[in-house]
């Protein structure tokens, strides 16, 4: 069965040092991945997403940078965290058929300080 | 652009009530219609999903019936329970590539 892990669950980073999440996926090959955000209290902001190795499409412009280096990877990542970059990161991923809905990660909760 | 609204919350309701959470959607063709469901601290998970008109999605006792005459999808549930306390997201999905998510309702359920 397809599975999705994210790490980590909880960051507490200061502001301007540089941010790695990382989203693996088992259990299936050439998935759809996606990165949303939500802010504290406020529905999911759709960040990046990806329909191929190095494949890389931004919804929104930001100091926040998206790779995928592998099939089954996908890191979000940026050089200089903002205090407005606190939120809770999802990572998911999705068939591709527009029938099928995502399976999300189970999150990380940043904190820029 | 396509879109989807949810209505506004907070939601609190007593044990045993009977719930409903609004969704309208607009969009360009006919899309697949879903719900999801965010525990506190979690991830999103899959609640039920309609892919044509007329269609009815259920699942842990929650149905939403896609209503293409007045563009709905809206939640409901006869008895609530405490676990069921979460917050709730409406989608659609149009094409290949994206989710557009509505903007959460939470519900709160008290004993």
């Known amino acids: 069965s397809q599975t999705i892990h994210q790490w980590p669950a909880t960051l507490v980073q200061p502001v301007g040092s540089p941010l790695s999440l990382e989203c693996t996926v088992e259990?299936?090959?050439?998935?759809?991945l996606y990165w949303y955000r939500q802010a504290a209290g406020r529905g999911l902001q759709l960040l990046f997403y990806?329909?191929?190795?190095?494949?890389i499409s931004s919804e929104v412009p930001q100091n926040l940078s998206a790779s995928r280096p592998q099939d089954r990877q996908f890191i979000l990542s940026s050089k200089k965290l903002l205090l407005s970059d606190s939120g809770f990161y999802l990572c998911?991923?999705?068939?591709?058929?527009?029938?099928?809905?995502?399976?999300f990660g189970s999150g990380t909760r940043l904190t820029v300080v | 652009g396509d879109s989807v609204t949810q209505m506004e919350g907070p939601v609190t309701l007593s044990e045993e009530a009977f719930l409903t959470i609004n969704c309208t959607y607009t969009?360009?063709?006919?899309?697949?219609l879903f719900w999801y469901v965010q525990y506190p601290g979690e991830g999103l998970q899959l609640l039920l999903k309609?892919?044509?008109?007329?269609d009815k999605g259920s699942n842990k006792g929650f149905e939403a019936t896609y209503r293409k005459e007045t563009t709905s999808f809206h939640l409901e549930k006869g008895s609530v329970q405490v676990s069921d306390s979460a917050v709730y997201f409406c989608?659609?999905?149009?094409?290949?590539?994206?989710?557009?998510f509505g903007q959460g309702t939470r519900l709160t359920i008290n004993p």
């Open positions: 989608a659609l999905s149009l094409g290949a590539q994206k989710l557009v």
């Open positions: 998911a991923w999705g068939e591709g058929g527009m029938n099928y809905g995502y399976t």
């Open positions: 309609a892919t044509k008109a007329d």
């Open positions: 990806s329909v191929g190795i190095g494949q």
């Open positions: 259990g299936t090959s050439n998935p759809n």
């Open positions: 969009a360009t063709g006919y899309p697949s």
